[in-house]
T-cell receptor
Framework: DGGITQSPKYLFRKEGQNVTLSCEQN?????MYWYRQDPGQGLRLIYY???????QKGDIAEGYSVSREKKESFPLTVTSAQKNPTAFYLC?????????????FGNGTRLTVT | GQNIDQPTEMTATEGAIVQINCTYQ??????LFWYQQHAGEAPTFLSY??LDGLEEKGRFSSFLSRSKGYSYLLLKELQMKDSASYLC??????????WGAGTKLIIKP
């Protein structure tokens, strides 16, 4: 079955450490996204990528970095510069950026930084 | 600025009907999505509306009025498994999704 896999489901890190969240899709989708979800707030876009080797900042990109070396993979690094990294992170994809196809989501990674 | 408003929380009884409203103000409009999200899980796609009117899909229906910047999700014959958050999202003129904060629906027996 096609889908999006995020790993790990839970991640714990000490403050000051960088951490990378994995996202893999086998849906053959061109567009991939990273969102952050905090209680009482809507999903906020961190980064998105429309095609391999290209990505764009979203609304809250500061303190995060991404790469898109393969169509299937879009890892997110949470750097020590991110002031409040503890959150639920969701990766998503859809067939294209400039269309109305629905997003498909991974199961999320809950990151806790202490 | 762009804004999506939904009630924070609603409570309904098993077997009943509930309507979850969503109002929006966005830069352009290319459609409105509803997603369901159980606690700690991924959002799953429920419906997409781009034309005015009602779209029915089993127990769930979604309505859109573009002139009023308004949509609702109607859930019939509520089941306990419908307890979840319901997210409204609008696709703006740049095909970016603008998300509401979600409505937590509590179903009581």
């Amino acid at each position: 079955d096609g889908g999006i896999t995020q790993s790990p489901k839970y991640l714990f890190r000490k403050e000051g450490q960088n951490v990378t969240l994995s996202c893999e899709q086998n849906l053959n989708h061109d567009a991939m996204y990273w969102y952050r979800q905090d209680p009482g707030q809507g999903l906020r876009l961190i980064y998105y990528s429309q095609i391999v080797n290209d990505f764009q900042k979203g609304d809250i990109a500061e303190g995060y970095s991404v790469s898109r070396e393969k169509k299937e993979s879009f890892p997110l690094t949470v750097t020590s510069a991110q002031k409040n990294p503890t959150a639920f992170y969701l990766c998503a994809s859809r067939s294209g950026q400039a269309d109305n196809s629905p997003l498909h989501f991974g199961n999320g990674t809950r990151l806790t930084v202490t | 600025g762009q804004n999506i408003d939904q009630p924070t929380e609603m409570t309904a009884t098993e077997g009943a009907i509930v309507q979850i409203n969503c109002t929006y103000q966005t830069s352009g409009f290319n459609g409105l999505f509803w997603y369901q999200q159980h606690a700690g899980e991924a959002p799953t796609f429920l419906s997409y509306n781009v034309l005015d009117g009602l779209e029915e899909k089993g127990r769930f229906s979604s309505f859109l009025s573009r002139s009023k910047g308004y949509s609702y999700l109607l859930l019939k014959e509520l089941q306990m498994k419908d307890s979840a958050s319901y997210l409204c999202a609008v696709l703006d003129s740049n095909y970016q999704l603008i998300w509401g904060a979600g409505t937590k629906l509590i179903i009581k027996p």
